[in-house]
């Protein structure tokens, strides 16, 4: 149904959430659906199951959702009271999802399982399939291999066993099939349907006739295997909308609204907060959004937003980022930007279209069976045929047909990919390193360029000493601990890393005052001294020696001078410059050698200045550094990289990397950051070592050897099986038989990557 454009002047957008939707060709059939209605623009992400419409004002959201149901699929407009339930954030709801079609309209399984394979939301999931499927399977197994088991009627209870493994478990792959031939596919889905239902109907046409060659456990068998395959791929891409979620969750949840007076007035929660109104922010407390300082100072710890690693001084008139937090001070914010509006949201909306507009590598066994599918049909049609027009009768064909689709059945090409999956990321988890599924290790094992985040992930992201300028006839034990009687009531992040190397026995500390986000100042042992800023120790009236002054303009950290009175009475002299900075990982300088050693160009790209990013690249070898990037800034990047050709792996540990994460072709988080960048990601380093990176581009390049291994092996045992079948030199049994044995070939060649170090 479409609908007349009343007023094609005006537009306006809207968001469809859509069910059903698992590869590209589902995306293009519901874009090319939408877009036939009458001024309609859309485009539809994959990844939150969502359609951003801009359409003209007159045309109604019923018309939208008829052409999304059109084309196959549920809609709902988000928001609307029809929407219910689904009209909160899609990417952020982990569901099942019912069963639809899989593989585009040209035959290629496009690897949309990432979800539950379900007959109605919240029903019988594909875990239960499996279970039933394998309890099922076992003993029919046990009785066709066991000859002393075929006791009188041993083909009844087989056929009572295997009919729910074949009809129900099986049913996604039936429905599938049933859904590609209305569109006029063949897929793995209609070889794996044709092959079990050729082998159950011969072996109920065998039971029931009192013969003895039945296939009840090659039908069985190899749907319990295919579940298998489909259960580990599933469990492997559930993670679409979770790195939106992390995004939003960063968030405040409550804000406390600004009294007329400054005072603290209503708490309230943040959808209640509109652009214009004032409210607090209380020292260690969370910003609600995007505004501007009234009143206060604050020290501003933006570093799982910026990447910078020093907290960042803000005064009345400065900005404030909604997601940072106040270290120290409480501020009055005057709100500039809400929901949506926000730098916080703005970064969520580019992690979602990052993800939706990944290139989804097709797996090797799909790129094969897309051609090789439909000739296995065709030439299971051509040998009954054959074997009737040769004079030997319906039923000889008959059974060289079966043989053909029992030889060719995909168990072997199902399982080269998922088995060796399983083994290697298994092994990868032993060793710290976290793979999603087979397009990461695809990925990971042909990328020539790393960029690596530098806070967190090059650094420990933990702030230390890094050395102290001495003024002339000072000893650094002496400013050490007078700096650390001063920063010992600041829990400013500097204060506790100048405290820390100052050790115990520090002097007594009296009239401690704290000047938000510029320095502390007090008396240490009957004399005024300060801590802070160089334009702190100027306002304190300090005079401040020129080699001081030299190393606080000049140096590549967090400076912090101190200084302190000669006597009662005087004014204070800045008598040392602390410099203060994140510390580098141990490990991180041996990471890169390793990198740099598997032929990977690493490119250093942080929010910090390009002073400190130089130090801390010559410090670990990395020659290319790109620095003072936004986290809009870090997308860029990765896509200059990309458009230049290179096949980029963005390292990070922020909510800032979120969005290059997913840009990249391989996003790699490190395991001690933010749940926003994990979920980003196709890698997770859990040791929360640079080293386990290299470990994850080894280990990807291994697994993805053995995969080409199992699918040659797969694909060549059909090659050369299905020619001897269709002349009748195999029966069905020594088919199946063979057909197990490929399956076995690759699950074993597979179990080597256990051994991987």
């Not at 875990?127 to 039933?132: G, H, M, S, Y």
């Not at 309230?268 to 020292?283: A, K, S, T, Y």
């Not at 990447?307 to 900005?319: D, H, K, L, N, Y």
């Not at 300060?530 to 606080?552: K, M």
Request: aromatic residues 4%; proline residues 4%; glycine residues 12%.
């Amino acid at each position: 149904m479409t609908a007349p454009v009343q007023d094609a002047g005006e537009r306006r957008g809207v968001v469809l959430d859509i069910e059903g939707m698992t590869c590209a060709s589902c995306v293009a059939r519901v874009e090319k659906r939408l877009q036939l209605v009458p001024g309609v623009e859309a485009s539809v992400n994959l990844a939150t199951e969502s359609a951003k419409v801009q359409a003209p004002a007159g045309v109604p959201d019923d018309a939208l959702v008829d052409a999304v149901k059109a084309a196959g699929y549920d809609a709902v407009v988000r928001g609307s009271a029809a929407a219910g339930g689904a009209a909160h954030d899609h990417a952020a709801h982990d569901h099942g999802v019912q069963e639809h079609d899989e593989h585009g309209p040209d035959g290629h399984d496009h690897g949309g399982h990432d979800h539950d394979i379900e007959d109605v939301p919240g029903e019988t999931t594909l875990r239960t399939r499996l279970l039933v499927s394998a309890v099922l399977s076992a003993p029919i197994l046990l009785i066709s291999m066991v000859m002393p088991l075929h006791f009188p009627g041993w083909q009844w209870v087989m056929l009572v066993l295997t009919l729910p493994v074949v009809v129900w478990a099986g049913w996604p792959f039936h429905r599938a099939t049933l859904r590609n031939a209305r569109h006029g596919a063949a897929t793995m889905d209609t070889l794996i349907t044709l092959g079990t239902i050729a082998a159950l109907l011969w072996s109920i046409w065998v039971t029931v006739t009192g013969g003895m060659h039945v296939y009840f456990e090659v039908a069985a068998v190899v749907t319990t295997f295919l579940l298998l395959g489909r259960f580990i791929e599933q469990r492997s891409k559930r993670r679409a909308g979770a790195a939106l979620r992390s995004l939003m969750e960063l968030g405040a949840r409550d804000v406390v609204l600004a009294g007329p007076d400054g005072r603290d007035g209503d708490t309230v929660p943040i959808e209640r907060l509109r652009r214009g109104d004032r409210f607090v922010v209380r020292p260690g407390g969370t910003i609600a959004t995007d505004g501007v300082v009234e009143d206060g100072e604050a020290a501003i710890d933006a570093s799982m937003l910026t990447g910078e690693s020093a907290p960042v001084t803000v005064v009345p008139g400065g900005t404030v980022t909604g997601g940072t937090i106040a270290v120290d001070g409480r501020l009055i914010v005057r709100a500039t930007a809400v929901g949506s509006d926000t730098r916080l949201a703005r970064i969520a909306s580019l992690v979602e279209d990052a993800q939706a507009g990944k290139s989804r590598i097709q797996r090797l066994a799909d790129r094969i069976s897309g051609v090789f599918v439909p000739i296995v049909i065709g030439l299971a049609v051509l040998t009954l045929v054959g074997w009737v027009v040769a004079g030997q009768g319906v039923e000889s064909g008959f059974v060289a047909a079966v043989a053909v689709l029992i030889i060719a059945c995909p168990c072997a090409l199902g399982l080269a990919t998922p088995v060796a999956v399983l083994v290697g990321t298994g092994r990868g988890a032993q060793l710290g390193v976290l793979v999603t599924g087979p397009e990461a290790i695809e990925t990971a094992g042909r990328i020539d360029t790393l960029v690596l985040d530098k806070t967190g992930t090059v650094t420990s992201g933990r702030m230390s000493v890094h050395g102290v300028v001495l003024g002339r006839g000072v000893e650094r034990d002496e400013v050490l601990r007078v700096a650390g009687a001063l920063e010992s009531g600041s829990e400013h992040p500097i204060a506790r890393a100048i405290v820390a190397e100052a050790g115990a026995g520090v002097p007594a500390l009296t009239g401690f005052r704290n000047h938000a986000g510029r320095g502390v100042s007090g008396e240490v042992a009957g004399r005024e001294a300060f801590a802070g800023s160089l334009s702190f120790a100027a306002d304190r009236g300090a005079r401040v020696p020129e080699e001081i002054e030299r190393a606080a303009t000049e140096a590549a950290s967090t400076v912090v001078i101190v200084g302190w009175s000669s006597a009662a009475g005087m004014s204070p002299t800045a008598r040392a410059a602390i410099l203060v900075g994140d510390t580098v990982r141990d490990d991180s300088a041996a990471a890169i050698a390793q990198l740099r050693g598997l032929g990977l160009d690493v490119v250093l790209l942080t929010g910090d200045g390009e002073g400190i990013a130089r130090k801390v690249a010559d410090e670990v070898g990395i020659d290319t550094v790109i620095a003072g990037v936004s986290p809009e800034g870090k997308v860029d990047e990765i896509r200059r990289l990309q458009s230049g050709g290179r096949r980029v792996a963005m390292v990070g540990d922020g909510v800032n990397d979120a969005a290059a994460l997913a840009t990249a072709e391989l996003g790699i988080a490190m395991g001690g950051g933010t749940d926003a960048a994990m979920h980003a990601s196709d890698v997770t380093l859990v040791r929360d070592s640079l080293t386990a990176a290299a470990d994850a581009v080894r280990l990807s390049r291994r697994v993805l050897g053995i995969i080409r291994g199992n699918l040659f092996w797969a694909f060549g045992y059909n090659v050369a099986a299905i020619p001897l079948a269709a002349f009748g030199l195999l029966t069905p049994m020594i088919a199946g038989a063979a057909m197990a044995f490929s399956s076995v070939f690759v699950v074993l060649n597979s179990l080597r990557l256990r051994t991987f170090r």
